[in-house]
């Protein structure tokens, strides 16, 4: 419960407070912790800004502990790694709410599935923001998943903060 907390405090002050997509040639280097049934890593992307309002990127995710009722399978490093390439559309500039505040729905390709997000940036700065990002499946790639392979295949949440390099 107080994690649903956090994360619906931390989505509202988002919309208050976050940060703008520039358009070509903006980059965007996103740190983030993630949270997912049984898992808890850390998230790292990279976006790049390919026109007005697209991007795409590379993100990488590893999960640093998990539940120990993932004990009684064998989770390996590939278990706990996803990379996966990413496509988003920028919507901050096109729904007009804040010039510091960018929402991008988006798609991803990894190594465990095909799937999609929903993320928002807060610019507090030109270069410095938070970021919130939900991460979904929509194909995985492997039917009847054991606990341990389903790290990554499953919905989770990163939060964290994002740079304007």
């Known amino acids: 419960m107080k994690r649903l907390l956090f994360i619906l405090t931390f989505l509202s ?85 804040d010039p510091n505040f960018d929402i991008y729905p988006g798609l991803n390709l990894g190594l465990k599935n095909f799937g999609g997000h929903l993320g928002m940036r807060y610019f507090f700065s030109e270069g410095f923001g938070l970021a919130a990002e939900a991460v979904f499946p929509i194909a995985k790639y492997k039917d009847n998943l054991n606990p341990a392979e389903k790290l990554h295949n499953q919905f989770n949440i990163n939060l964290g903060a994002v740079f304007n390099l």
Do not use: C, H
Request: aromatic share 10%; net charge negative; hydrophobic share 40%.
């Open 13 to 97: 002050i988002s919309f208050v407070n976050a940060q703008a997509y520039f358009g070509a040639g903006d980059n965007k280097l996103t740190i983030a912790a993630n949270m997912q049934d049984r898992g808890t890593g850390i998230n790292m992307s990279y976006d790049i800004g390919l026109g007005p309002n697209i991007s795409m990127g590379i993100s990488g995710t590893y999960v640093l502990g998990y539940s120990s009722s993932l004990d009684a399978y064998d989770v390996s490093f590939g278990d706990r790694i996803d990379i996966k390439g990413r496509f988003n559309a920028n919507l901050g500039e096109v729904m007009a709410i």
